[in-house]
Each structure stands twice: as C-alpha cells, then as structure tokens.
C-alpha cells in the first residue's frame, strides 16, 4: 500500500503542481512553512542538537494535542533530564501555541516533514530520534515507515478512536495496520479503543489503555499568573457566564440567549471568547448590532459594558475560576465540541450542545457521573441556564462534583512514564 500511496501522491504532484505552487507562494500561512517542511535548513538546525544525549522528538498535530501534551512533556523533561527534546506541530496555529507556551521544556522547535518519500527519509536520517512520541493522531505512512526502517522506537500517546476513524480505519484497513504496527507500543486513553485496535489487527500485548491526558493537563500551573476579576473590571459579586472557544453561528444564539436571560438576571455578565482570536472583531461587531454593550480584553470594558470580548490566546482557561458557569463552544453548531475539563476543574457547571464529538469519552463520563449538562439547542440552554443563575447552590454542587471527576481520573503522566522508560531501556 505505500507503493500505491506514493504513486498516487506522485500523479497528484505532477498533475496539480501548478495550482500547489499558487496556493504555497499566495498563502503566508503556507509560504512561511512549507520550505522548512520540505528540509530546508535541516541541516543547521541538526547542528544544534548535542551529541551523546538520547533525543527524544514529540509531535503534535494541532493546538488541543500540543495543550494536552504539555504535563506529559515536563514530565519527560524532569525524568529524562539527560535528554534533548525536540518538538514539532502540524498546523501554524499548533506550532504558534506551543512556542508560545511557557510551561513546554523543550530544547528545539522544529518542523514536521510534509509525506512525501525523500522528505521523509531525509528527516530521520538527520535528525535521528532515539524515540518518536505521536500525541493521540497524525498518522503519516512515508513518515513512520522511515521510523521503522531506521529501527526507531515509535509510541503513540493519548490514543483514541472515535466511530467515525473506526470506520475509516476498518474500511482502509491495509492503508492504516502497517502505520498502526510500527509502533512499539500504542497507549489508549479507554479500553473501548484497545478493543478497536486490537479488532484492527494490532498485536494485543502492544495496546494499553493509559488513561487520557487531558485529566493531567487541568494540573495546576506553576508560576500561572492569576487573572482577577478586578484586572477585569467585573465585581466580585456580579453573576459571571464564560462560552469559551465560540464559532461562527454560535455568538448569535449566545446574545439572544444573554438577552433572555439579563432580563431575568440584570447583574449578569458575559465573556464571549471565539476559538479563534481572529473573529474577535467580527464578533464584537455582531454583539453591537443586537444592541449590546461590549467591549474586548485589550481595548479594556467600560463602566456599562455587559460583554467582554477575549481576544486574546492563552487565558480562557485560567479565567474559567472567576466564572459562575460556563458554556463550552464548538458544540450548537457541528464542530465537535471543545475541551470541557477546563472548566470542569474549576469548579463551576459545565453546559454544552449536542455537538461533542471531538470529546465524546469525557463526555460520556461526565455526563453518566452527574457533573455536566447537554442541551439540545437554543431553548434548552436557555431554560437550563436560567435555573442554575436562579439557585446558585446548585451550580455550587454541580462545581464540586466536576473538579472531583477531573482530579479522580489524574496520574496519567506518570504511566507514559514508565512505558517511555520500557521503550527507551
């Protein structure tokens, strides 16, 4: 099958090249990222990798993986202090987070290889790992083969397996066991998708059921700085609505369920904050034209504001502690859901639509555990928010039972510890 994929891949080049060309030199996006994708300056940047030292590379695929990589990796850096840690991210934005980030000891940032054959091959020559670490997907067929042709150890971290990927896995079964197979240990976040895997053909004793990263990456901060509601501008007993990670379609029925629901609860006060900060003045325009004061967390609010805008990266999370509730994005429109341990882990409701795919385990866990709330639509998280703003001590409850839920399934890091520990001995 890596035949056919290359030959494929090869007509696809040779047909479409000029229309790639256009797409590379007219997107910066592309044009910045695509030459170092290809190799250039690999070699260089070899150069500042120390001999002797086992190196370990750590890879990515968006901003969510590199998020929950984060524990993982200074859990790396402080049991494995010896070794140089190489870091890589798929899209711009992941690689943008990660370097951005922080709480990420990493010793070099570096590109991933596009898939294509020499490209691959040339990567792994040069920078040769002693071990791959993949978090959760990104499977690359010319990429890993090289991995195994060079007798590299591979592990895949924060596993799963939603319905849809079984589908395709099981349907392109010959395309995806080989990739699945070279890796000397597959670490699963539940034993549902060891099961799958397994079910694909993959070598039980080489499928472990881990646990799910993200319940550590909700582990305290060290040296966070702490956002007050004060810095804000919003008293500290004044009702507090956090919907984090918004998309298009999604603020609309927002300020119409806001509008509802200040005209109950007069006090309450909104923080809007789109998945992508570059929406943020699209949505601040389409908050005033429903009539409402607003204003963004870098402009500052004013005295009459009754929404802030956050456009800015990075604190979402961190102010989740100073909400009352808190609505999770992505999830009235279809685009998978975002990351409800966020706020789970402090401590306040968890609301989110019918569209949690992209976390549909933790869903499911919190949801049979009692410490989140699914609504339908429009009306039902109306109706819902309505009664958690009228008794506070329910939400207080609901808080509770969400921060014991996180902090009862954490301890994950120090078992991808030791399965590093097996591989690299």
Request: hydrophobic letters at 50%; one cysteine or more; aromatic letters at 8%.
């Amino acid at each position: 099958m890596l035949a056919v994929y290359n030959l494929i891949q090869l007509l696809g080049l040779v047909l479409l090249w000029p229309l790639l060309l256009l797409l590379v030199v007219g997107k910066a996006k592309y044009r910045l990222r695509i030459p170092a994708r290809l190799g250039f300056g690999l070699g260089e940047l070899a150069e500042k990798i120390p001999a002797g030292r086992p190196r370990i590379w750590i890879h990515a695929l968006s901003v969510g993986e590199v998020a929950s990589s984060v524990t993982l990796v200074q859990a790396i850096r402080e049991h494995f202090p010896e070794a140089t840690l190489l870091f890589s991210a798929s899209t711009a934005a992941g690689e943008r987070f990660a370097r951005s980030s922080e709480g990420l000891p990493v010793d070099l940032f570096i590109q991933f290889p596009l898939d294509v054959y020499p490209v691959a091959r040339r990567f792994v020559k040069t920078l040769r790992p002693d071990l791959f670490v993949l978090v959760e997907t990104d499977f690359w067929p010319n990429f890993l083969h090289q991995l195994a042709a060079g007798n590299i150890a591979a592990l895949l971290v924060n596993g799963r397996i939603s319905r849809k990927s079984y589908r395709k896995y099981s349907f392109f079964q010959a395309f995806f066991l080989p990739m699945f197979r070279s890796f000397s240990f597959l670490a699963m976040q539940r034993q549902e998708d060891v099961e799958k895997m397994v079910s694909l053909g993959v070598a039980a004793a080489r499928v472990k059921t881990l646990g799910n990263l993200k319940y550590d990456a909700m582990l305290p901060k060290a040296g966070a700085r702490q956002i007050s509601r004060n810095e804000l501008g919003i008293a500290a007993d004044r009702p507090l609505l956090i919907a984090g990670s918004t998309h298009e379609g999604e603020e609309e029925i927002l300020c119409r369920v806001y509008r509802e629901l200040a005209a109950r609860f007069p006090d309450l006060f909104l923080i809007l904050a789109p998945r992508n900060i570059e929406r943020a003045a699209a949505v601040v325009k389409l908050v005033r034209g429903k009539g409402l004061a607003v204003s963004t967390r870098r402009a500052g609010r004013h005295a009459d504001d009754q929404l802030l805008v956050l456009d800015t990266m990075g604190e979402l999370a961190g102010l989740y502690r100073l909400a009352d509730i808190a609505f999770i994005g992505g999830s009235l429109v279809a685009r998978g859901g975002h990351n409800p341990l966020e706020p789970a882990i402090a401590g306040i409701p968890v609301f989110f639509g019918p569209h949690m795919e992209d976390f549909a385990d933790v869903v499911e866990d919190m949801l049979a555990a009692g410490c989140a709330i699914q609504v339908s639509g429009e009306q039902e998280l109306l109706q819902s928010l309505s009664s958690y703003l009228q008794e506070p001590e329910l939400g207080r409850e609901k808080g509770r039972a969400a921060r014991q839920f996180v902090k009862s399934r954490q301890g994950v890091n120090m078992r991808h510890i030791d399965l590093i520990r097996q591989v690299l001995s």
